[in-house]
């Protein structure tokens, strides 16, 4: 299995910009789809978006479309996931995954990391 440990989450005003890593060790991600979900207190976990084998497809949860953009460099085994304009109810603790690319994406990745939280303050 591929080990993945985020960072890059943080405090940050309504407005701002974070940009979240996932680093990969164990296994090459070039044949992985990357995931990025989210988990907000007492709330369900929420896919937020995911990015093919090759970056040139990439899904997104209608609420942070055009906020958000997932990108990898296979090269460096990193998925990173840019955040724009962040809004309070993004605050939440974010994961990134990883599963087989059979095309699309899924809802239950079979390789998780632990999580990086993300507050974004009003």
């Known amino acids: 299995q591929v080990q993945l440990v985020e960072s890059g989450g943080g405090l940050v005003q309504a407005g701002g910009s974070l940009r979240l890593s996932c680093a990969a060790s164990?296994?090459?991600?070039?044949?992985?789809?990357m995931h990025w979900f989210r988990q907000a207190p007492g709330k369900e976990r929420e896919f937020v978006a995911a990015?093919?084998?090759?970056?040139?497809?990439?899904y997104y949860v209608s609420s942070v479309k055009g906020r958000f953009t997932i990108s990898r460099d296979n090269a460096k085994n990193t998925v990173y996931l840019q955040m724009n304009s962040l809004k309070p109810e993004d605050t939440a603790v974010y994961y990134c995954a990883a599963h087989p690319d059979s095309g699309g994406y899924t809802y239950t990745p079979q390789s998780w990391g632990q999580g990086t939280q993300v507050t974004v303050s009003s």
């Open positions: 164990g296994r090459t991600l070039s044949s992985y789809v």
């Open positions: 990015i093919n084998w090759s970056g040139r497809r990439t």
